[in-house]
């Protein structure tokens, strides 16, 4: 391969790059949200962390374990967007 091919093809996949660069940043803002909302409870509202609304799990637990899966979902998210972006055909050698 060419350096001329390799550059042109490099230049094909800008459009699907910057795609995922924009989805990936908007689930980024997502969990930066999710993760201010904890943060704001813990300076703002401390006592209600302590409540016990899940059968025995205080909420800071409960919240903490939701930010946990909530970055998994995420990144399950952005896997399947970005798929979705690039074609979903299988990987290129």
Sequence with gaps: MSAHESRSESLKLAPAATAS???????????????????ALVLFRPD?????????????????????????LLAII???ACRAVEGGGPPRS
């Design 21 to 39: 660069s924009r989805i990936g940043l908007g689930l980024f803002w997502i969990y930066v949200l999710l993760y201010a909302g904890f943060m």
């Design 48 to 72: 209600l962390l302590s409540r016990r609304p899940f059968g025995g799990v205080n909420l800071a637990i409960a919240y903490g374990m939701g930010l946990i899966a909530g970055a998994f």
């Design 78 to 80: 952005y896997m399947a």
